[in-house]
């Protein structure tokens, strides 16, 4: 008896891993699709997609639960959005928020360029040329006696 529902158990188990319904495909595929428009909060560098942290599997875990049961990829993002922020995205929207993240590196070059322009003619002055009552201090000083120009 119990090598029958050992069986039965295996072949359960066996079935549900070899022969996915289209429509947990198409599921994986819509998952797989919103994840990597996210950010995993834990990596930071890396999309949900790409990141094995605990948190990311939970969250690509959650994502599946909630389109399974009818939501939009739209309302899954608004939720990671609400939880985490607009730090998840990797395109936030354009808000007065997050106007320093789209327009502070065209900002800083500017900053850059002007102050580059700014100081292109201000050089080191260059040295000033020795008299002869420096030149014998110098010489003086290094203890060599002075050599005719060539």
């Known amino acids: 008896m119990r090598r029958c529902i050992a069986s039965a158990l295996l072949a359960f188990a066996c079935a549900g891993t070899f022969a996915a319904p289209a429509d947990d495909e198409q599921l994986d595929a819509r998952v797989h699709a919103l994840s990597h428009q996210l950010r995993c909060v834990v990596c930071q560098n890396q999309t949900l997609a790409d990141s094995q942290a605990e948190l990311a599997v939970d969250l690509r875990r959650q994502m599946r639960e909630q389109m399974r049961a009818g939501a939009s990829d739209d309302a899954v993002r608004d939720f990671l959005v609400q939880r985490y922020g607009d730090f998840v995205l990797y395109k936030p929207p354009l808000k007065p928020v997050t106007w320093l993240l789209w327009f502070g590196p065209l900002l800083l070059l ?3 360029v002007a102050a580059i322009l700014r100081n292109r003619g201000r050089g080191a002055p260059p040295p000033a040329a ?11 000083i290094l203890d060599r006696s002075p ?4």
Request: aromatic residues 6%.
């Open 110 to 112: 500017a900053f850059v």
């Open 130 to 140: 020795l008299d002869d009552a420096d030149r014998q201090r110098l010489d003086a």
């Open 147 to 150: 050599e005719p120009p060539r």
